[in-house]
């Protein structure tokens, strides 16, 4: 026992270390994802054009979760570290190139058939709304056909970043989407006047975007041993292992696809603007979620994966309490924030050029609902990761079935009183189901998971955030934020959220959540680096 827990500790500091830098890494993306937001904002709003880029920007995004970090890095990663673990150099290699070789004929080959069928597919799912305004279903099937071939770009680029991530090696796959950003936003600026319309050039930065994502992470792969090239040879035992992996990951993907393409669809049913606002109000929800959960859950898989490669089911229960309290030290708060000052930043952030008054209210609203759900789908996030890890997809693939059929009836049934606004909810519900279904899971497979003291643990959380809404309600009655200045909005912004910051931080401190002594220390051992 005593010797345990001093490397329990070490992984616990190796997790918040890669998470720490991740993080930061991606500070800097969704920042920049913001000022690519607003850029969106300024030149397409929330009108027809705008809801033509988001459905042609969403569509091929789907698949990333076939081909790229959902399906494949669950199956992949785990594997490849067993090999990196047990396995020689050469078997390494020889696995590898051929993953690729055949992950890569497969994606392009989807990627042209995709191409083909997009004329129809928008013409019959997503027509009915759009014919009202002229162009729009012309201009929807031009932006999608365009932006298909992002696909194979973010496939192969998802493969190199699994690679890295299985020698925890995090910073330089953190970081590519900043490259991803800036694209889009230089080629929006430079090139929103040589087209019909400015959203062909918001297609042509994610393009260029691809590119850098792939090409920015190779030189970090050249610094490992591991190397890979194309092998026709697609008859190894290992791939098909992957494979037989992948099958069940896929059709969860699949699942959560059919479930994204339902709310897309039932959104554009409702009033023009539904899915340009839905976009910027689940941006606002993916900065937090980006910043540390998705940070979180990429960590935790390779060091889940030698923890069940070793059979050491104790030391993957330490780290799963232990990265749930994480996100819950930073979700729920979060939440709190923008519930409470949703309004007023969306305002800030976005409302220029073409994003009116309106745009304000139709995100804000629908930013009320989406930030219920950011505890419950980042525990989901991370607790996936553990059947990953066991290399079992059947599991959360059967969850995301019964997650599915939950939002979609009620995207249906919600949307109907809470428009947009009930497409929001269902999302944050479905996700409250989801993470319950997989706890009751995965305490069955491990025996209990600790759940009264982590639940103790949350609480204490969950109090500490209540004192900072208090504290909010309470700078929001004597000190309204209503200003003409939208240097004085921000200002205001920027006040309250340095006061929930002060209440949130004291009130963990005095109820000694130990998150936040680790949080420091991590930061402090970055300082002195």
């Not at 992996?245 to 959104?267: C, D, E, H, R, T």
Request: positive net charge; contains cysteine; charged residues 15%.
């Amino acid at each position: 026992m005593t010797s345990e827990a001093p490397d329990g500790s070490r992984r616990e500091r190796r997790i918040l270390r890669s998470a720490s830098v991740m993080t930061a890494m991606t500070l800097i993306s969704r920042v920049l994802g913001l000022v690519r937001e607003q850029v969106r904002a300024v030149f397409i709003g929330t009108g027809a054009a705008s809801d033509a880029f988001g459905l042609a920007a969403t569509i091929p995004n789907l698949f990333r979760r076939l081909f790229a970090e959902g399906a494949m890095t669950a199956a992949f990663v785990p594997i490849l570290s067993e090999h990196l673990t047990t396995r020689s150099l050469d078997e390494t290699r020889r696995f590898l190139s051929r993953f690729v070789t055949l992950l890569t004929f497969a994606v392009t080959a989807f990627t042209v058939i995709a191409i083909l069928v997009t004329p129809w597919l928008i013409d019959t799912f997503f027509a009915s709304e759009f014919k009202n305004v002229p162009g729009k279903v012309a201009l929807t099937i031009a932006l999608t056909e365009l932006m298909w071939p992002y696909l194979v770009l973010v496939s192969l680029a998802a493969v190199v970043q699994g690679v890295l991530n299985a020698q925890h090696i995090f910073g330089p796959s953190a970081f590519a989407p900043v490259l991803m950003n800036l694209a889009i936003i230089v080629g929006a600026i430079l090139f929103s006047d040589s087209f019909a319309d400015p959203s062909y050039a918001l297609v042509l930065g994610f393009l260029a975007g691809g590119v850098l994502q792939l090409v920015f992470q190779i030189p970090w792969l050249f610094k490992t041993p591991v190397r890979f090239s194309f092998d026709l040879n697609l008859r190894d035992p290992e791939v098909r292992r992957v494979l037989k992996v992948m099958v069940p990951g896929i059709f969860a993907a699949g699942i959560y696809q059919f479930n994204v393409f339902v709310s897309q669809l039932i959104a554009s049913g409702l009033a023009e603007g539904s899915i340009a606002s839905l976009q910027y109000s689940l941006r606002l929800q993916e900065l937090v979620l980006g910043l540390f959960v998705v940070s979180v859950a990429q960590v935790i898989l390779p060091n889940l994966s030698e923890s069940t490669a070793r059979k050491d089911d104790a030391e993957v229960k330490r780290t799963i309490g232990y990265a749930v309290r994480l996100i819950a030290f930073i979700t729920l708060p979060a939440s709190a924030v923008l519930i409470m000052l949703g309004g007023p930043m969306v305002e800030a952030l976005f409302q220029f050029g073409a994003f009116t008054a309106e745009s304000t209210a139709m995100t804000s609203y629908a930013l009320t609902f989406h930030a219920l759900g950011l505890f419950f789908i980042g525990q989901a996030r991370v607790l996936t990761q553990v059947f990953f890890a066991y290399k079992d997809l059947r599991t959360p693939t059967l969850i995301s079935l019964a997650d599915a059929a939950i939002n979609i009836a009620l995207c249906l049934t919600l949307s109907i009183p809470l428009g947009h606004g009930g497409i929001a909810l269902a999302s944050a519900l479905a996700a409250v189901v989801n993470s319950v279904l997989l706890h009751v899971f995965l305490a069955r497979r491990l025996g209990g998971l600790g759940l009264r003291a982590l639940l103790g643990k949350v609480l204490r959380i969950a109090l500490a955030t209540a004192l900072t809404v208090l504290a909010l309600v309470a700078l929001s009655e004597v000190f309204p934020p209503h200003f003409e200045s939208r240097l004085a909005l921000i200002g205001w912004i920027l006040l309250a959220l340095t006061v929930a910051a002060i209440v949130y931080l004291g009130a963990a401190a005095l109820m000694k959540v130990n998150e936040l002594a680790d949080l420091f220390s991590a930061v402090r051992r970055r300082l002195k680096k």
